[in-house]
Nanobody, 135 residues
Framework: QVQLVESGGGLVQPGGSLRLSCVASVSGFTLGAYTIGWFRQAPGKEREGVSC????????SYADSVKGRFTISRDNAKNTVYLQMNSLKPEDTAVYYCAAYVTRALGTGVCWWVVTTAPTAFGSWGQGTQVTVSS
């Protein structure tokens, strides 16, 4: 099992940047065994997938709404996954969550399918961090 803690959220003006961190406390495995996803939920809206990163080859995927603006990366040695968010827009305002599943349980190269079709397969979730984009 892995415990996840997000940080880095805050208030930023449109066009600004934030970097979210997701720190994992892992027992029995290393973070490298997990595929990580970022999700967000705005008030009154359903949760949506933002990005994911595969554990084996580092393959990344993004929602169309954030492509070219957000970058997901991981540092397994630090048990941390990052979401660099640039050119932020008011519509990016939401609570952002990171989530994890054991890669070998579902295979490699499928994280975006899992994010969009079977998000409950992410067995571990963080508590979320608020991102507010406003002038």
């Amino acid at each position: 099992q892995v415990q996840l803690v997000e940080s880095g959220g805050g208030l930023v003006q449109p066009g600004g940047s934030l970097r979210l961190s997701c720190v994992a406390s892992v027992s029995g495995f290393t973070l490298g065994a997990y595929t990580i996803g970022w999700f967000r939920q705005a008030p009154g809206k359903e949760r949506e997938g933002v990005s994911c990163i595969d554990s084996s080859d580092g393959r990344t995927s993004y929602a169309d709404s954030v492509k070219g603006r957000f970058t997901i990366s991981r540092d397994n040695a630090k048990n941390t996954v990052y979401l660099q968010m640039n050119s932020l827009k008011p519509e990016d305002t939401a609570v952002y969550y990171c989530a994890a599943y054991v890669t070998r349980a579902l295979g490699t190269g499928v994280c975006w399918w899992v994010v969009t079709t079977a998000p409950t397969a992410f067995g571990s979730w963080g508590q979320g961090t608020q991102v507010t984009v406003s002038s």
